[in-house]
């Protein structure tokens, strides 16, 4: 049953990373990742820019789940990812480096959150209380 479940999860998840030329042989997944379909062209391109810098990644979180209500999750324009290959805050810093990255954020569990919204924020912990909040701005796009 694990099998096909899995061969389902990677039949799903290779449409939409072969499209943004992500290579799959990077990229893992968390069995609660339905798939990178729901996530918009530009959230595809930053995963493809992110493994380029920082190597294999898994995906923990996607478009399903559960998120904060105004979640960029929900509007498929951000990411949770674990870096395999690196520590959390090198990935952190990579994320930050990018143009297309809006909001970077990282959590004690090692996971990264990294998103292509208008709004630039960054943070650290798990609950983002307000003075945890290491910078934030608006995007003059």
Same mark, same amino acid.
């Given at each position: 049953m694990r099998h096909l479940v899995l061969a389902a999860l990677v039949a799903a998840c290779v449409p939409a !990373? =072969? &499209?943004a030329n992500v290579p799959l042989e990077k990229i893992s997944f968390q069995p609660q990742? %339905?798939?990178?379909?729901? $996530? %918009?062209? *530009? @959230? $595809?391109a930053m995963i493809k820019e992110l493994v380029a810098k920082i190597g294999p990644i898994q995906i923990t979180s996607t478009c399903g789940g559960r998120h904060a209500r105004h979640s960029q999750h929900y509007g498929g324009n951000a990411v949770d990812f674990r870096p $395999? *290959? @690196?520590s959390p805050r090198k990935a952190v810093a990579a994320a930050? *480096?990018?143009?297309? @990255? +809006?909001?970077?954020?990282?959590y004690p569990? +090692? !996971?990264?959150? =990294?998103? !292509?919204?208008? &709004?630039?924020a960054s943070w650290y912990g798990h609950r983002r209380v307000r003075s945890q909040y290491a910078s934030l701005s608006r995007r003059g796009r």
């Amino acid at each position: 049953m694990r099998h096909l479940v899995l061969a389902a999860l990677v039949a799903a998840c290779v449409p939409a !990373v =072969a &499209r943004a030329n992500v290579p799959l042989e990077k990229i893992s997944f968390q069995p609660q990742v %339905k798939g990178l379909g729901c $996530l %918009k062209p *530009a @959230t $595809l391109a930053m995963i493809k820019e992110l493994v380029a810098k920082i190597g294999p990644i898994q995906i923990t979180s996607t478009c399903g789940g559960r998120h904060a209500r105004h979640s960029q999750h929900y509007g498929g324009n951000a990411v949770d990812f674990r870096p $395999l *290959a @690196t520590s959390p805050r090198k990935a952190v810093a990579a994320a930050k *480096a990018l143009e297309s @990255t +809006g909001g970077v954020g990282s959590y004690p569990n +090692g !996971v990264v959150h =990294a998103d !292509v919204g208008q &709004r630039e924020a960054s943070w650290y912990g798990h609950r983002r209380v307000r003075s945890q909040y290491a910078s934030l701005s608006r995007r003059g796009r």
